[in-house]
């Protein structure tokens, strides 16, 4: 029986200099905080022309959350549907259901929408929670600026620059229900450029049968085994 596991692995090379839009200042006021996805211009949440959260690493990390989906469960208005182990929907403002698309999910700005249903499959998203900088929750329509899955908002994971890693990271976890996952990052800079790298899995146990490995569709454990 092949297990249900997520690989993630990715290789992005950087310029040495950032532009402002890339890494906005972050204050200690959260109402302060410095957001780039509701009118896509660096700018304070209290003047962003949309209702508009901001998770930072830090909130994920004391959260003690495993993934993507499980961090936006503390967001107010954001709702997570755990339709199966290892998978969710997620939606704004009371529209939940599966197959999900009128939320669009971005990655540093960058649709990570099924091309097929227009959905999210959350854990083929290829980062793991040790690169993410923040995610900015944007609820409310925003079809103006991103089109027509922007119709409930928009979530967008901004991962960490190569110099914010701080050479490496690695984590495992192992626990009941079969669970076993783990993760490593690395980042540096080396002269003008800077570059990451950062592979990580999972795997556990059925909802309905805690004997029983989750399974993925033949389709996405083609592309990701």
Known sequence: MRAE???LLSLVL??????AA???AVPADPYEEAQTTASRQPSP???APATVYVMTSQDIRESGVRTLYDALRSVPGVEVLATRASH???SIRGFD?????RTLVLLDGRTVLNGYFDNVIWEEIPVTLEEVDRIEVVEGPASALYGANAVNGV?????KRPDQLRHGTVRATVGERSLGEGAAVFGAREGAFSYKLGTGWRTVNRFEDPDLLARLRAGQWEAYR
């Not at 259901?97 to 698309?101: E, F, K, S």
């Not at 979530?155 to 991962?159: G, K, M, Q």
């Open 88 to 90: 969710a929907e997620v």
């Open 45 to 47: 949440v209290r003047l």
């Open 14 to 19: 950087f310029a040495a200099r950032a532009s």
């Open 22 to 24: 890339d890494s906005p």
């Open 5 to 7: 596991r997520t690989a």
């Open 97 to 101: 259901q599966p197959l999900a698309n």
């Open 155 to 159: 979530i967008n994971i901004i991962t």
